[in-house]
């Protein structure tokens, strides 16, 4: 994809298609790919995109033909492949010139508010060893920062991105609803109902005794480290 014209673009393991929605400024198509029909369909609801459309699939078993597809993207996601299966499959579609762009962030996160100094952290920390044996050995695959994926990548031209801190002032109510979006706290809460929504409640009461703040809409500056791998294939 280096070099115009920028035609086709895929996204694998979209969601709700946050991410297929960015590209459609810079590709004449896009495709997004999700294994979750109720993702596919959330996704196919958002109105304003002609040039974007979307599919129930795999990153594994692709149904775009040889050396056609300008970009490759998975946000978040690519830890989930079979990254041998995946690989392979990303080589044959991919054009000459076709670029790869994966990224994603760990398990770095850190919650900063006035004077409080790392008392938010250590909260964070607590609920994530909480998590811990709910944690899937495949989200180790995201704290690796994909490492063994890039390597296994078989061209030359290819590069990993350990450090991208992004730094973003979101309301504590956004920070507990995106730590309910963690696949571990998931895991908890499907097998512990009770505990899981108690383990939010807990933490979200002790965030807001810790910052002397009666609302969930108050607002801290919340930094996440995302990592991306990046490989364009030869000519």
């Known amino acids: 994809m280096k070099g115009k014209p920028h035609q086709l673009a895929v996204d694998l393991g979209c969601g709700t298609g946050q991410n297929c929605r960015s590209l459609t400024k810079y590709f004449e198509q896009v495709v997004g790919i999700d294994v979750s029909e109720s993702q596919i369909a959330e996704a196919r609801a958002v109105p304003g995109f002609p040039n974007l459309s979307y599919r ?11 050396g056609s597809v300008d970009l490759l993207t998975a946000a978040n996601a690519a830890h989930w492949f079979d990254a041998e299966r995946f690989i392979k499959e990303a080589m044959r579609v991919l054009k000459p010139n076709g670029c790869l762009a994966l990224f994603g962030y760990g398990d770095y996160m850190k919650i900063h ?19 811990l044996p709910y944690t899937s050995s495949k989200v180790n695959g995201a704290n690796s920062k994909l490492k063994d994926l890039f390597e296994a990548i078989p061209i030359p031209d290819k590069e990993r991105i350990e450090s991208i801190p992004i730094k973003q002032q979101l309301s504590i109510k956004t920070v507990i609803g995106f730590i309910q979006t963690f696949s571990m706290y998931q895991a908890y809460l499907r097998a ?13 009461s002790r965030i807001l005794e810790e910052m002397k703040v009666s609302s969930t809409e108050t607002k801290v500056d919340f930094i996440l480290e995302y990592f991306c791998v990046l490989a364009c294939k030869p000519e």
């Open 192 to 204: 512990d109902p009770s505990a899981a929504t108690a383990l939010l409640e807990r933490t979200t």
């Open 113 to 131: 508010y006035e004077s409080c100094g790392d008392r938010l952290n250590d909260i964070y920390e607590e609920v994530m060893q909480i998590l």
């Open 56 to 66: 129930v699939g795999t990153a594994e078993e692709l149904s775009f033909p040889d």
